[in-house]
């Protein structure tokens, strides 16, 4: 057992931080109160490496492993959410699902630039009528020999504008039900695709939402990944990585209003005193330090399990639940620490708290991660 | 050319300095270790010079001198960009000391322009930069707050009372250099984090020498009081106690 990090990886988590706090703080009340999407930002990141930390260097990523990336996804999630959820979603479910599952041709052509940075990917699986339910996809990809035929609707699609390169989840064979699925790689401006407006959130507001709308769109058939029918499980099986990003995400936003509540409870002062010494925020910092702590370790073993190459689905989604959770309580109570002032922009915590809600709900809401984890604990104890 | 950038490595600037019970040693335990930030800018300004002009700055190499435990420092300079980097096995002493360290190590290398920072964060001693020019017997000039180069050429600009002073001088030189050489410290990328691994990191014995002073002991700044607040209707009790408490009137 050993709890110490490399080099490398303290290197990556002060670059991160460094990053956060000296560049996106500048901007983020001023993009998230405008939903301006974070293009310098994004493409600062990319030059450093951010956007494909995950992938081989043989394909032009980063070549860090789990554990940097929790390390990372934390400092920038302290800051800003809307640039770490564009950071998690391309690393952890498009080039990953690509580098993962992807034939040799898929992998030059689309991964390079990915994890360049050049392109950022979008994850195309929610519909309007099939959220946490995602076998009834009624978007179809119909088998015309040579190419598919894609037609049908995506929702709540991050990146949905902005990304050059989707993969898309479609029904070829509905007779098979969730067995029919594929995944595709899709190019953003293929002809009869268009994007629906920018979706007016509450957090993580100047992430680049969108649904995407396919109109008869042809799709190389050498641009599916896997065998026919394999899209679901590819689904399932990226959705466990990108937990770990999200948990990481959830992580950071908890640890950031944390920091923040320590400082302010040392510098505010009631009935003659920093509120820091009337015990009952004393005993709220006690709690959440706690709850942090638990979120990180969760985060890393699920990181460190993965980088093992050992199975992590359970361990990714107890994290992404927990941390998702606390990072709710934690947020609410340092605007709670910030009285007044925490309810107002200036001093970030209220930002936090619209963000986290955010993550109790995508890549599988907190239901759905309970389900995962007691399917898991009755088959096994 | 090629560029030294001296190195000190220094406890991250929000670190609350502790003192040994007796006053006599600062107490490192539990610190975390950075590079001084007027270092990190040199040596920020020699990566953007040899990105601009990569025929014309051949190499860039840090130097530090001090313990092992140094070494993720200089590390993290080379994953923002330096080539190598070379330890001079010595730690402690004071300013002198650690001139003599570096000038062994360097004395006779073809470093052609030599960065030190004006002052280390820790100890601001701000000595270290003229007594290597001294030692090496190279041009020196402080203060600086650019530097370009061309061909043999050094160009630097200084900070003078009321304006800023421009000076050209040739190589071999030691700049001492200030804020304003650099805006923003690199950060490393991924690739600069996985190649420094690769990238030699030299370790050169301590030259006989010893201190030019010996510490005695340390004392903590007084701590700061209370702040006391005065309403603002009643202005003479203000003047009185800046009169008769601050003695600043
Ligand atoms: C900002 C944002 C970005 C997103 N980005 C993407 C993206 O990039 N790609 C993508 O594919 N999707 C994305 N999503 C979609 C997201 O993953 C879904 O919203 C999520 O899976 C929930 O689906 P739903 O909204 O349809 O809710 P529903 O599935 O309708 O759920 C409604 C409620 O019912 C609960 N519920 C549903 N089924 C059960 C059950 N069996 N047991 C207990 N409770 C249940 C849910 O937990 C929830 O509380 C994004 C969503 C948002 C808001």
Redesign the pocket.
Known sequence: MNFEFSEEQLMIQQAARDYAQRELIKDVIERDTHAIYPTEHVKALSELGFMGMLVDPKYDGGGMDTVSYVLAMEEISKVDSSVS?IMS?NNS?VCYGIEKFGTEEQKEKFLKPLARGEKIG?????????????TSQRTTAEDKGDYYLLNGT???????NTAGTYLV?AQTHPEKGHKGINVLIVDRHSPGISVGPH?D?M??RS?D?HSVMFNDVKVPKENRIGEDGFGFKFAMKTLEGGRIGIAAQALGIASGAFERAVKYSKERKAFGTEIANHQSVAFKLADMAVKIENARNLCLKAAWLKDQGKPYGYASAMAKYYAAEIAMEVTTEAVQIHGGYGYVKEYHVERLMREAK?TQ????????Q??VISRQVLSEF | MNILVCISNVPDTTTRIKYSADMKAVDYSGVQWIINPWDELALTRAIELKEANPALVQKITVITAGGADAEPTLRKALACGADDAIRVDAAGGDSLFTATQLAHAVKGEPFDVILCGIESSDYNGSAVGGMLAELLDYNSVSAVSSLNLEGNSVKVTREIDGGKQSIETAAPVVLIVQKGIAINPRIPSMRGIMTARTKSLKVVAAAAASPGSKVVGYQAPPQKSACKMIDPENMDELVHLLHTEARVI
């Open positions: 959820v979603v479910l979008a994850f195309l699986l929610s519909e309007p009528e099939a959220g946490s339910d995602a995506k929702n709540w699609i991050t990146n949905g989840i979706e959130k957090g993580m992430s939402t955010l709900i995508y890549e599988g809401t907190s239901e759905i309970q389900i």
